[in-house]
């Protein structure tokens, strides 16, 4: 039997995938915007600092102009993220509003933080929002994003944004909410006899290998990018769980200390690589 882990943490950047916040359909999943709303509008009245990565813009887009599929092209995709962060943005608004908490978009490239003039003023504005029990909500400036290799191809990586907004803000811990239940010794939506890992310490080449590609049609990212963002909160002794979106009530289960999804920890009693 797992017995509880022990997560103390005061701050907290909470990422969520499109694959939860779109249904396979392309229709939107109110009822997680609602509870994620909820939980974290709940958190910040605790007391807690709480910083939201939401993709979803591309999803939103495309369900928006009633498109089925995703644009092949960068272009077409970037526009759609523009027509979709707004309408994303007003979801959020209307679910957060409903729990009497503000909200603030932050719109970021993932190498803004290598100038300092630019860090400082992103830290600023991060730690004025949480003085005042505001809410960031963050996401990839996909219109100017270009860090991805091919970028003809594909671009936006919220996964190791949300690692990168969490070692700045100096967080105590990040959740990564996705359509799986954790990270599994095969891609459980191929293998159905994968196996969930518990807790992990180390993340080496291997491991990258049972990383497949994405599960959603919408979201980008895929597990490779959950574990470089896991690899990079090992390595500073940060906390990282990933766990399922489907229900974000989940998160209080899991400041509860409840042993739900992957834990990856620099200081696991399982040091374990896969
Ligand atoms: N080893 C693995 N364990 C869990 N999920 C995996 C694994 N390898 C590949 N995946 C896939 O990663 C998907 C999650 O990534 P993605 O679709 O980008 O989600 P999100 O939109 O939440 O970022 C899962 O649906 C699953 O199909
Ligand atoms: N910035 C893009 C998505 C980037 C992304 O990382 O997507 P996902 O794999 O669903 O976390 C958007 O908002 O659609």
């Known amino acids: 039997m797992s017995t509880n882990r022990e997560i103390n943490a005061q701050r907290i950047v909470v990422k969520i995938g499109t694959s939860s916040l779109i249904h396979t359909n392309g229709t939107v999943n109110l009822q997680t915007f609602d509870q994620l709303a909820y939980v974290l509008s709940e958190l910040n009245n605790q007391g807690k600092e709480l910083i939201l990565v939401s993709s979803g813009a591309i999803g939103v887009g495309l369900n928006k ?3 089925k599929q995703r644009p092949t092209e960068i ?33 970021l490239t993932h190498d803004v933080f290598d100038f300092p003039k ?34 003809r191809t594909t671009f936006g990586d919220n996964d190791q944004l949300s690692a990168i907004v969490a070692s700045h803000v100096d967080a105590d811990l990040l959740i990564v909410l996705s359509d799986v239940d954790g990270f599994y010794d095969d891609n459980p939506n191929q293998n159905p006899n994968a196996h969930l890992i518990s807790e992990l310490s180390v993340i080496n080449d291997n491991t990258f290998t049972i990383a497949g590609g994405t599960g959603s049609r919408f979201g980008t990212g895929g597990m490779k990018t959950k574990l470089a963002a896991a690899k990079r909160m090992i390595s500073e002794n940060r906390q990282m769980i990933l766990a399922n979106g489907n229900d974000p009530r989940i998160i209080f289960d899991i400041l509860e200390g409840q042993p739900i999804g992957t834990l990856f920890t620099s200081n696991g ?6």
């Open 65 to 67: 102009l009633n498109l």
């Open 75 to 107: 272009g077409a995709q970037q526009a759609l993220a523009a027509i979709g962060q707004s309408e994303l943005m007003t979801l959020f608004t209307q679910r957060f509003n409903h729990y009497l908490t503000n909200i603030a978009q932050i719109l």
């Open 118 to 151: 630019s860090d400082e003023s992103v830290m600023d504005t991060f730690n004025c929002l949480l003085k005042d029990n505001i809410i960031p909500i963050v996401n990839e400036n996909d219109t100017v994003a270009t860090d991805e290799l091919d970028h």
């Open 269 to 274: 009693k399982l040091t374990q690589g896969v």
